[in-house]
C-alpha cells in the first residue's frame, strides 16, 4: 500500500495568500485526521472524518481554516487568508474505523511569510 | 479538557544507556494509550496499551500501563544512535461519537555514539 499522501511537501507563501492542502489516506481506512504541529504547541488535532463525514472540528483554530472530504479517498484543509503564525507541519493520518492505530502522511510544510 | 503530559522533555544520553520515557494523562473515556516515534518525517507507531500491567515489547523496546495511576512508561535498553527522535504519547479517548487522539508534546531524546 502507497500509505498516506500528502501534497504539497513544502508550501512557501505571502501573508494573505489561499493555502490548500491535500491528503489522500489509505484504501479501506474509515477515518481521517488532520493535524498542526509546531514547537511551541506540539502535536495538534485540528478536525476528524469518519466515513468523509466531519466529526469534531474544534481544534480548528479559526475561520480562515476549513476542511472537506468529498469522497473516501480525497481530503483537503484549506487556509484563507494566510498569516505567518500559521507556519507549521501539517500532517494528515488515517485508521481504521475504531481502531487506535494511525498511519501518518509525510506531512506538509508550510511558510507563510 | 483531555490532557496528556510527556517528561521529561528532551533527553541527551550515550550509546548503551537505558532511558525510561514517561506520559501521564487526564482523559474522559479512555480507550488506549499509544506510542509514536517521530525522527524527521511523520510520527511511525511502536505500541498501542489497552490494559493494565501487561508489558508490550519490541526489540529493546518495551512499554507498559498503568491505568489506576493514570501513566505510562517507554524504556530503550542499549540505546543507539538511531535511536535518536522525539517519542510522542498519545490516548485514544472518546464515546460511541467517535474516538480520537490527543498527544503530549513529547520527549526529544538524543544518543550520543
Known amino acids: 500500500d502507497a500509505g498516506v499522501i500528502q501534497s504539497p511537501r513544502h508550501e512557501v507563501t505571502e501573508m494573505g495568500q489561499e493555502v490548500t492542502l491535500r491528503c489522500k489516506p489509505i484504501?479501506?481506512?474509515?477515518?481521517l485526521f488532520w493535524y498542526r504541529q509546531t514547537m511551541m504547541r506540539g502535536l495538534e488535532l485540528l478536525i476528524y472524518f469518519n466515513n468523509n463525514v466531519p466529526i469534531d472540528d474544534s481544534g480548528m483554530p479559526e475561520d480562515r481554516f476549513s476542511a472537506k472530504m468529498p469522497n473516501a479517498s480525497f481530503s483537503t484543509l484549506k487556509i484563507q487568508p494566510s498569516e505567518p503564525r500559521d507556519s507549521a507541519v501539517y500532517f494528515c493520518a488515517s485508521s481504521k474505523s475504531w481502531g487506535g492505530e494511525l498511519f501518518f502522511g509525510e506531512g506538509s510544510r508550510l511558510t507563510v511569510l | 479538557e483531555d490532557k496528556v503530559v510527556q517528561s521529561p522533555l528532551s533527553l541527551v544520553v550515550h550509546e548503551g544507556d537505558t532511558v525510561t520515557l514517561n506520559c501521564s494523562y487526564e482523559?474522559?473515556?479512555?480507550?488506549?494509550l499509544l506510542w509514536y516515534k517521530q525522527e524527521k518525517k511523520a510520527p511511525t507507531f511502536l505500541f498501542m496499551l489497552?490494559?493494565?500491567?501487561i508489558e508490550k515489547k519490541s526489540g529493546r523496546l518495551s512499554s507498559i500501563l498503568d491505568k489506576k495511576e493514570l501513566f505510562s512508561i517507554l524504556n530503550i535498553t542499549a540505546t543507539q544512535t538511531g535511536d535518536s527522535a522525539i517519542y510522542l504519547c498519545?490516548?485514544?479517548?472518546?464515546?460511541?461519537?467517535?474516538?480520537?487522539?490527543?498527544f503530549g508534546g513529547g520527549t526529544r531524546l538524543m544518543v550520543k555514539p
Open positions: 484504501s479501506g481506512h474509515n477515518s
Open positions: 489497552t490494559s493494565s500491567g
Open positions: 482523559v474522559t473515556n479512555f480507550r488506549s
Open positions: 498519545a490516548v485514544e479517548a472518546g464515546n460511541n461519537a467517535g474516538n480520537m487522539l490527543t
